[in-house]
């Protein structure tokens, strides 16, 4: 009795198993009935003449075989045939001849050993579906937040478990170089990539990935997860320093000032997830020459040279203001090459090292801020790199009207006769 509890309540048993494992019901009772069939194959040498009945409301399994009735004395093969008389001494009296006769199967009368076969059976096929689920919910996932509790530290990796109890692997080289894990610390980061050699999930994690600053902003400003605001370019060294440029769709919302926040309190949060690595937001432009210009604050450049077929920018610069552009260990210039997509060389303006140059944004008195903005567009930032550059160019360059060019230099040229 206790074994044929034990096979017919196979169902129950697993049903239970699927909640945690997040098999839905259908595929687990379409399982359990390929397990049953497999057993029996062995058993039989196939399944042809069985049915096998499912019955998820009880959470029970019915076995039937289906044989030929044949005379008496003319059984030649008892796993498909039956005697008349066997067959009407099992409840069917009146079949005959020909006919098929269906005999209830009780499964545990075949043995412990089928029993234990059919649990073997079914336990492989539901770590296969198992294992199947995960790599089909987390492959769709890459690039997404997700959070997990430290379970196991190692060298080189370490262990979180999701709130499913899923494995989420974060490698050595994917943590920040100052992060510090202990076990049943909540850690967040980004699905970096799901692999599934021979069958086997394994999901990479990742906190160093430029996707993970995307998704910190997303979470922290309502203006980029409602698409107000698109990230259009991220650069980073991870634990160091990120540059990030902003644009917006709605002209009344500054998107620098939006991901900061009031008194920084937006961006604050996302620096300390970055064990303080410092963000530079700025806006995006498609203006390459403003862009890198942007890029490289805080350094004021006085002028660039672009090559936009070899993505190359010759960037000139006050003495002054060279290591800002580069920064601290080149810091800051790369982060703005990564930006801009170019490579950028910073040299010393050698024309102005020693003479007093004036900044186009002192003028702002004199000229409108929308002709100083188109000027400094074409990578002209101080008064003395205007002056330098050709009057053809500067009409060409910037668009604006041949007086307007000329009342520009006159007023620059003034400036430095007094």
């Not at 909640?19 to 379409?30: A, M, P, V, Y």
């Not at 067959?87 to 069917?92: I, R």
């Not at 102005?352 to 409108?368: A, C, H, Q, S």
């Not at 500067?394 to 041949?402: A, Q, S, V």
Request: aromatic share 6%; net charge negative.
């Amino acid at each position: 009795m206790a074994k044929r509890e034990e096979a017919v309540n196979m169902t129950a048993q697993f049903a239970e198993f699927k909640e945690l494992k997040d098999i839905d019901k259908t595929t687990l009772i379409s399982v359990l009935e390929e397990s049953f069939r497999s057993v029996l194959s062995k058993m039989f040498g196939n399944d042809d003449n069985f049915d096998v009945i499912v019955n998820p409301d009880k959470g029970d399994c019915e076995i039937y075989q289906n044989l030929e009735v044949v005379n008496d004395g003319e059984v030649e093969n008892p796993n498909k045939q039956i005697s008349l008389s066997e067959a009407q001494a099992d409840d069917d009296p009146d079949c005959e001849v020909g006919e098929e006769h269906t005999r209830k199967i009780d499964f545990a009368k075949f043995g412990r050993r089928a029993i234990l076969n059919l649990r073997q059976t079914l336990a492989s096929k539901i770590l296969e579906l198992q294992k199947e689920a995960i790599y089909n919910k987390f492959r769709g996932l890459e690039g997404q937040l997700v959070a997990g509790e430290v379970y196991q530290v190692w060298k080189r990796e370490v262990l979180l478990l999701d709130e499913d109890k899923n494995e989420l692997l974060l490698p050595k080289d994917q943590q920040i170089p100052t992060d510090i894990y202990r076990k049943g610390d909540i850690v967040r980061a980004v699905i970096e990539k799901v692999d599934n050699e021979n069958n086997n999930p394994k999901v990479i994690v990742s906190r160093t990935s430029e996707n993970f600053l995307r998704r910190l902003f997303e979470q922290e400003v309502p203006e980029i997860h409602d698409g107000l605001i698109v990230i259009r370019a991220v650069a980073r060294i991870p634990g160091e320093r990120a540059k990030i440029a902003v644009e917006s769709y709605d002209d009344r919302i500054d998107p620098v000032g939006a991901c900061v926040g009031v008194k920084g309190a937006r961006i604050h949060g996302i620096v300390r997830e970055l064990r303080n690595e410092n963000i530079d937001v700025i806006n995006y432009t498609t203006n390459a020459q403003l862009l890198i210009q942007r890029a490289l604050s805080p350094a004021k450049i006085s002028s660039l040279r672009l090559d936009t077929e070899n993505k190359h920018a010759e960037v000139f610069l006050r003495p002054e203001e060279v290591s800002l552009a580069i920064g601290k260990g080149g810091l800051n210039i790369k982060l703005a090459s990564i930006l801009t997509g170019y490579s950028i060389d910073v040299y010393r303006d050698v024309e102005t090292e020693g003479e007093e140059d004036i900044y186009l944004d002192e003028f702002k008195d004199e000229f409108d801020e929308w002709i100083i903005e188109a000027v400094k567009n074409v990578g002209l930032a101080t008064a003395k790199s205007v002056l330098r550059t050709p009057r053809e160019d500067l009409i060409e360059k910037t668009d604006l009207e041949e007086d307007t060019i000329d009342h520009l230099l006159e007023v620059l040229r003034a400036e430095f006769e007094d």
